[in-house]
């Protein structure tokens, strides 16, 4: 199946899993925009703070299977696959102009995962994006709190990036009775930057897919060609909600500049 996607894995398609030769963790010294953000993690956490200390509710993230515990995994959303999310935006600017000077970056949220919880393992999305985590507030270290990539667990550090291969099965724990933060970013690999409309578009399509099936569980017994027709589709209702969402959102709430 990959090889009709021009060497892209979607887990929406292929749901035996993945098995593509990309790493478990890539070396964040491989990305040039790394050493920016880091140099400005206390800018983003400072905006972070900011946001909790208004009141502002995090989100349930979207599946609410993938954890052990009910409503331990909460997002605050600035960009989804291309949507911007304006309003969350406008409330931390700063972080917003550092997430618009990275090249490729499709999503971006602040992600907290309480303690005492897991996230169950999973395979992301796509192996066309680097999933980054910059560690916010990373209450303790492996192996009481930590990150796994198939066989590999790497720790969170306040202030440093993981980066990893979303496509490989993952899970996190939190195991320390204190809440954890990170700083999530889904950035496109540069060998797959000329298709990036279409993996942005096929990505929301599955999403789409994925949280309606949550609530009408007969479209995964479907026969798979016509699961196909859905998310082409999709596919298509995506390339036009996309720059509509944007260019609404700019129009009515506008834009707040750091």
């Not at 999973?122 to 985590?133: P, S």
């Amino acid at each position: 199946m990959a090889d009709l996607n021009n060497g892209i894995f979607y887990s929406f398609l292929e749901r035996s899993g993945f098995n593509g030769s990309e790493p478990y963790f890539y070396n964040t010294a491989d990305f040039p925009w790394v050493k920016h953000l880091e140099d400005n993690w206390m800018v983003i956490r400072d905006e972070l703070d900011a946001l909790i200390n208004s009141g502002q509710q995090m989100e349930d993230y979207f599946d609410k299977g993938l954890v052990t515990v009910a409503h331990s995994w909460k997002t605050i959303a600035f960009f989804a696959w291309g949507v911007k999310f304006f309003k969350a935006c406008n409330q931390a600017p700063k972080t917003t102009a550092l997430l618009e000077s990275v090249p490729g970056m499709l999503s971006a949220s602040f992600n907290m995962l309480e303690g005492n919880s897991t996230i169950k393992p999973h395979n992301g999305d796509t192996n066309a994006i680097v999933r980054c985590h910059l560690g916010l507030y990373v209450p303790a270290g492996l192996p009481e709190t930590g990150f796994r990539v198939g066989t590999e667990k790497q720790p969170w550090n306040e202030g440093k990036f993981l980066i990893f291969c979303d496509a490989h099965e993952h899970t996190a724990w939190n195991n320390s009775g204190k809440k954890r933060y990170i700083l999530l970013m889904d950035v496109m690999l540069p060998k797959f930057k000329a298709q990036q409309n279409d993996v942005r578009n096929t990505v929301l399509a599955s999403l789409f897919l994925q949280s309606t099936a949550q609530k009408l569980s007969f479209l995964y017994k479907m026969p798979f060609a016509l699961q196909m027709l859905m998310l082409k589709v999709a596919k298509i209702g995506s390339a036009i909600a996309v720059p509509a969402w944007n260019f609404f959102g700019k129009l009515f709430i506008g834009e707040k500049k750091a």
